[in-house]
């Protein structure tokens, strides 16, 4: 039975120690949980929530609620539930729980006992308060929690309440307003009947708001590929319900007992909406499987450790022969002809019959007569007439055949010698043709005559559909491609130089493929078709691209002409231009061929918009990304289809040297993309009094650079505000300002520096070479002062003195060490961060911000 009088008045708490949790003593445990997922905290404006806080085993049918119980004990005990945050030890939460046991300060009560001492709290609802509101709810709780540990009447002092208020601005930083947990505390009667006995609290398990983006239930919806090469890096487009980006892992595993787990590749830029994910899948354990190996994947968050239900993915082995020229260079080759000979008999009687004995089939031992070949001919042709008419019969018998019927079966054998005769004659003149072909080449040596006489077979194709031009390409022999197409030359039978395999290859594709570039040369200017796709929609251009071949490339584009200028900005099936298959192959020789021949070098690629810039710095491919910039001029601004520029791929990957070569070139640091930095439904948005959301302070469409990075040397680079940043308590304590970080070299050290440099005469592309900062020397060769830029852009990307130091002392200018370690103090402070981080060391993450898009804005 409930006691009224308790529900809206705090209680008086003695500050007596907890009774100790013993076998034997009393103690609070929790029977249901309260249900985890699904149930939504409201604002004050949107009115009392449409049913209680369910129990974790709660279903449609079955109602539960959280429940409690006391046990070892027998009497009257009174159960509070209060919201604590998810923090380990538990503080006290800004939301407050309301219901029908609930008083307004958030904590609702229950008296049990003295027989059934189990609780159930089947009306709690959670109030969400808004974030501008959290230091003032949280600096009042305090001072009540202090309170009622003192006696009554008492009244906190301005010291005490100005040491709530700050206490309660640190709490709100770190606070999720999206997680909750639920703390019982049961207390027993004393002596005089008071409720002040208190058993040691309990903890429940975390209350995501439905609302929050780690709230919902992790699920994989569809997956575009469930198959891929046991080397990874097959990229996989995943739809899912909503995540939150920086707080989600897609894990690779076997249930096997040594196990095995990889991580899908992917960074916050490839999550679009909260919805999908693009990754690359990583490598299997064994490279070597010689049969497919079926592992599971699933989402998997990284904080919550909340996972989903797992689905089957199948590595394949690798396959190192996709274009098939190796196993067909492996096929066996035809036997000697020596089996031909005296081949199928009575071939040529087979027209006939009866006849068909009498020649002896195809006979080459005299060619030049053809006697055999024909006296068989005749013979067949002859047993055909006699079965066309009737077989003769002795006279006076019935089936004697009149005269008209021995006159037909005459003439029809008139015409059968007429056919055979011109037969006879037209391959007696075949047969001469060849003998004098055979001659010739014996004399010379020379195959083509040979090969004239057979042209007419060149387009003949074998079970691979490869005809005679493709497998000299792909056995690589050139002088019998040379001799092919000389005999083809000039003559209808040309056409047989574009004929395609069943893998839609050409003689050039698989010229190109075997990398043989006289053979490309010669085909093309023998009328090969340089603009027939192969089965990935791929030219004979940007298979020499994807190769990253230039001597062949370069054939390609000098011999392409007008009439086929347009291939260079052409897409094969998957979206890639020449450009972007360059790219990958990390080829700077190539791109320049390819954009002095005209290509596009800001054309996005159609699957995901993005550049050749864009590519390069996703692979961090920095020295080409600097040379895309510096020589080939590309846009540094541009953006993907989802509005990421360059400089989003550089800071979601945490690269400090290449956020620095971007800025260095002109990027934008406060450009957005189109990912919204907050969404409606998130319950960690500002909202006024009226309801209204306010998600920011600046009006922000999406993510910037800043709020996508990963490590703190970026958020330097990218932080355009001066002083400390006070985004986060951690952040405060092991992290400094983009200020702080570089007064080891402010402007009146570089600029001392400088001119020491050049009255030394010290080359400053030997000092950019001992800095590792060579492949950045075309940002600022063209300046006035290319020394005092590299030494801002040093200073920029956060190199350490220290490494400044060494450059200085292996060109011997020890009056610019000696500048440097007189300014060595001022720096001390910053060195650990400068070496844990340093752009020019190793790469490694620096502390991650849980959500830099709320914590820092």
């Given at each position: 039975?409930?006691?009224?009088?308790?529900?809206?008045?705090?209680?008086?708490?003695?500050?007596?120690?907890?009774?100790?949790?013993?076998?034997?003593?009393?103690?609070?445990?929790?029977?249901?949980?309260?249900?985890?997922?699904?149930?939504?905290?409201?604002?004050?404006?949107?009115?009392?929530?449409?049913?209680?806080?369910?129990?974790?085993?709660?279903?449609?049918?079955?109602?539960?609620?959280?429940?409690?119980?006391?046990?070892?004990?027998?009497?009257?005990?009174?159960?509070?539930?209060?919201?604590?945050?998810?923090?380990?030890?538990?503080?006290?939460?800004?939301?407050?729980?309301?219901?029908?046991?609930?008083?307004?300060?958030?904590?609702?009560?229950?008296?049990?006992?003295?027989?059934?001492?189990?609780?159930?709290?089947s009306n709690l609802g959670i109030l969400h308060v808004t974030k501008r509101g959290v230091v003032e709810v949280l600096t009042k709780r305090l001072g009540e929690e202090k309170m009622r540990m003192k006696e009554s009447?008492?009244?906190?002092?301005?010291?005490?309440?100005?040491?709530?208020?700050?206490?309660?601005?640190?709490?709100?930083?770190?606070?999720?307003?999206?997680?909750?947990?639920?703390?019982?505390?049961?207390?027993?009667?004393?002596?005089?009947?008071?409720?002040?006995?208190?058993?040691?609290?309990?903890?429940?398990?975390?209350?995501?708001?439905?609302?929050?983006?780690?709230?919902?239930?992790?699920?994989?919806?569809?997956?575009?590929?469930?198959?891929?090469?046991?080397?990874?890096?097959?990229?996989?487009?995943?739809?899912?319900?909503?995540?939150?980006?920086?707080?989600?892992?897609?894990?690779?595993?076997?249930?096997?007992?040594?196990?095995?787990?990889?991580?899908?590749?992917?960074?916050?830029?490839?999550?679009?909406?909260?919805?999908?994910?693009?990754?690359?899948?990583?490598?299997?354990?064994?490279?070597?499987?010689?049969?497919?190996?079926?592992?599971?994947?699933?989402?998997?968050?990284?904080?919550?450790?909340?996972?989903?239900?797992?689905?089957?993915?199948?590595?394949?082995?690798?396959?190192?022969?996709?274009?098939?020229?190796?196993?067909?260079?492996?096929?066996?080759?035809?036997?000697?002809?020596?089996?031909?000979?005296?081949?199928?008999?009575?071939?040529?009687?087979?027209?006939?019959?009866?006849?068909?004995?009498?020649?002896?089939?195809?006979?080459?031992?005299?060619?030049?007569?053809?006697?055999?070949?024909?006296?068989?001919?005749?013979?067949?042709?002859?047993?055909?007439?006699?079965?066309?008419?009737?077989?003769?019969?002795?006279?006076?018998?019935?089936?004697?055949?009149?005269?008209?019927?021995?006159?037909?079966?005459?003439?029809?054998?008139?015409?059968?010698?007429?056919?055979?005769?011109?037969?006879?004659?037209?391959?007696?003149?075949?047969?001469?043709?060849?003998?004098?072909?055979?001659?010739?080449?014996?004399?010379?040596?020379?195959?083509?005559?040979?090969?004239?006489?057979?042209?007419?077979?060149?387009?003949?194709?074998?079970?691979?559909?490869?005809?005679?031009?493709?497998?000299?390409?792909?056995?690589?022999?050139?002088?019998?491609?040379?001799?092919?197409?000389?005999?083809?030359?000039?003559?209808?039978?040309?056409?047989?130089?574009?004929?395609?395999?069943?893998?839609?290859?050409?003689?050039?594709?698989?010229?190109?493929?075997?990398?043989?570039?006289?053979?490309?040369?010669?085909?093309?200017?023998?009328?090969?078709?340089?603009?027939?796709?192969?089965?990935?929609?791929?030219?004979?251009?940007?298979?020499?691209?994807?190769?990253?071949?230039?001597?062949?490339?370069?054939?390609?584009?000098?011999?392409?002409?007008?009439?086929?200028?347009?291939?260079?900005?052409?897409?094969?099936?998957?979206?890639?231009?020449?450009?972007?298959?360059?790219?990958?192959?990390?080829?700077?020789?190539?791109?320049?061929?390819?954009?002095?021949?005209?290509?596009?070098?800001?054309?996005?690629?159609?699957?995901?918009?993005?550049?050749?810039?864009?590519?390069?710095?996703?692979?961090?491919?920095?020295?080409?990304?600097?040379?895309?910039?510096?020589?080939?001029?590309?846009?540094?601004?541009?953006?993907?289809?989802?509005?990421?520029?360059?400089?989003?791929?550089?800071?979601?990957?945490?690269?400090?040297?290449?956020?620095?070569?971007?800025?260095?070139?002109?990027?934008?640091?406060?450009?957005?993309?189109?990912?919204?930095?907050?969404?409606?439904?998130?319950?960690?948005?500002?909202?006024?009094?009226?309801?209204?959301?306010?998600?920011?302070?600046?009006?922000?469409?999406?993510?910037?650079?800043?709020?996508?990075?990963?490590?703190?040397?970026?958020?330097?680079?990218?932080?355009?505000?001066?002083?400390?940043?006070?985004?986060?308590?951690?952040?405060?304590?092991?992290?400094?300002?983009?200020?702080?970080?570089?007064?080891?070299?402010?402007?009146?050290?570089?600029?001392?520096?400088?001119?020491?440099?050049?009255?030394?005469?010290?080359?400053?592309?030997?000092?950019?070479?001992?800095?590792?900062?060579?492949?950045?020397?075309?940002?600022?060769?063209?300046?006035?002062?290319?020394?005092?830029?590299?030494?801002?852009?040093?200073?920029?990307?956060?190199?350490?003195?220290?490494?400044?130091?060494?450059?200085?002392?292996?060109?011997?200018?020890?009056?610019?060490?000696?500048?440097?370690?007189?300014?060595?103090?001022?720096?001390?402070?910053?060195?650990?961060?400068?070496?844990?981080?340093?752009?020019?060391?190793?790469?490694?993450?620096?502390?991650e911000m849980g959500n830099p898009a709320v914590s820092n804005h």
């Amino acid at each position: 039975m409930v006691d009224l009088q308790y529900l809206h008045e705090p209680f008086e708490v003695k500050p007596e120690p907890f009774v100790p949790e013993t076998v034997h003593g009393p103690y609070l445990q929790i029977i249901e949980e309260p249900k985890q997922r699904g149930f939504r905290f409201r604002y004050e404006c949107e009115g009392p929530s449409h049913g209680g806080l369910p129990g974790a085993s709660s279903e449609r049918n079955k109602r539960t609620y959280p429940t409690v119980k006391v046990s070892n004990y027998l009497g009257q005990a009174r159960i509070e539930v209060q919201l604590v945050t998810h923090t380990d030890p538990p503080r006290v939460h800004a939301h407050s729980l309301v219901g029908r046991h609930c008083n307004e300060n958030g904590i609702c009560t229950i008296d049990v006992g003295p027989n059934d001492l189990t609780a159930q709290f089947s009306n709690l609802g959670i109030l969400h308060v808004t974030k501008r509101g959290v230091v003032e709810v949280l600096t009042k709780r305090l001072g009540e929690e202090k309170m009622r540990m003192k006696e009554s009447g008492y009244k906190c002092t301005d010291a005490e309440e100005q040491a709530f208020l700050q206490e309660a601005k640190e709490l709100g930083k770190i606070m999720d307003l999206n997680i909750v947990r639920l703390k019982f505390t049961a207390y027993l009667q004393d002596s005089n009947g008071s409720f002040t006995r208190a058993l040691k609290p309990v903890v429940s398990n975390h209350i995501y708001d439905s609302k929050s983006p780690n709230a919902s239930n992790l699920k994989i919806s569809r997956m575009d590929k469930t198959s891929g090469s046991v080397l990874g890096g097959e990229e996989v487009f995943l739809l899912c319900d909503k995540v939150q980006k920086d707080d989600i892992d897609i894990r690779f595993y076997e249930e096997e007992d040594d196990g095995w787990e990889a991580f899908g590749d992917f960074s916050p830029t490839d999550v679009h909406k909260q919805y999908a994910i693009v990754f690359k899948t990583p490598p299997y354990r064994c490279a070597d499987i010689t049969r497919p190996v079926t592992v599971f994947l699933q989402l998997k968050r990284k904080k919550g450790g909340g996972c989903s239900e797992p689905k089957q993915f199948t590595y394949i082995p690798h396959n190192q022969d996709k274009e098939e020229v190796q196993r067909k260079r492996m096929k066996a080759l035809p036997q000697p002809y020596d089996h031909w000979r005296g081949g199928p008999q009575g071939g040529a009687g087979a027209f006939g019959g009866p006849g068909s004995g009498a020649g002896g089939g195809f006979q080459f031992n005299h060619p030049m007569d053809g006697s055999g070949f024909f006296s068989g001919g005749c013979g067949g042709y002859s047993g055909g007439a006699q079965m066309s008419g009737s077989t003769p019969q002795a006279d006076g018998s019935p089936n004697q055949p009149t005269n008209t019927q021995t006159q037909s079966g005459s003439q029809m054998q008139q015409q059968l010698f007429q056919i055979a005769t011109a037969l006879q004659n037209r391959a007696t003149l075949m047969a001469k043709y060849s003998a004098h072909a055979l001659l010739q080449y014996c004399s010379t040596g020379d195959v083509r005559p040979l090969l004239v006489l057979q042209r007419r077979l060149c387009g003949v194709q074998d079970e691979n559909g490869d005809t005679p031009l493709h497998l000299g390409v792909i056995h690589q022999q050139p002088i019998v491609v040379q001799q092919l197409i000389q005999a083809l030359s000039n003559t209808p039978q040309q056409k047989f130089i574009n004929k395609l395999n069943k893998l839609n290859q050409a003689p050039l594709h698989l010229a190109v493929i075997t990398k043989q570039p006289k053979l490309v040369e010669m085909l093309m200017k023998t009328g090969a078709d340089p603009s027939l796709l192969d089965r990935e929609g791929r030219t004979a251009l940007h298979l020499a691209a994807h190769t990253g071949d230039e001597t062949i490339l370069r054939l390609i584009l000098g011999l392409l002409g007008e009439r086929y200028a347009h291939l260079i900005n052409c897409a094969d099936f998957s979206g890639q231009y020449p450009v972007h298959l360059a790219v990958k192959k990390d080829g700077e020789h190539c791109l320049r061929l390819l954009v002095e021949a005209g290509a596009k070098i800001n054309m996005p690629e159609q699957k995901s918009g993005c550049t050749a810039l864009h590519l390069a710095v996703r692979d961090n491919l920095l020295k080409l990304a600097c040379y895309l910039i510096t020589e080939l001029k590309a846009d540094v601004n541009t953006c993907t289809y989802g509005g990421n520029s360059p400089l989003h791929f550089a800071a979601s990957q945490g690269s400090p040297p290449l956020c620095s070569m971007l800025i260095a070139a002109g990027a934008d640091k406060r450009m957005e993309n189109d990912e919204p930095l907050f969404f409606q439904s998130s319950s960690s948005s500002d909202e006024d009094d009226e309801g209204t959301f306010n998600p920011r302070k600046r009006p922000a469409v999406g993510h910037t650079p800043f709020d996508l990075a990963k490590c703190q040397k970026v958020r330097d680079l990218l932080d355009g505000r001066k002083g400390p940043k006070p985004s986060s308590l951690a952040h405060k304590r092991t992290k400094i300002s983009t200020e702080e970080a570089n007064q080891g070299l402010d402007s009146e050290v570089l600029t001392k520096l400088c001119s020491i440099l050049i009255e030394d005469h010290v080359p400053w592309r030997e000092l950019a070479e001992k800095l590792g900062m060579l492949t950045l020397t075309h940002l600022y060769q063209d300046s006035a002062s290319p020394c005092q830029k590299l030494l801002e852009n040093y200073q920029l990307s956060g190199g350490p003195v220290d490494g400044l130091v060494e450059a200085l002392q292996s060109l011997g200018v020890s009056e610019g060490v000696r500048l440097l370690r007189d300014s060595q103090p001022r720096e001390d402070k910053q060195s650990t961060d400068s070496k844990e981080d340093s752009g020019f060391g190793s790469q490694s993450i620096g502390e991650e911000m849980g959500n830099p898009a709320v914590s820092n804005h």
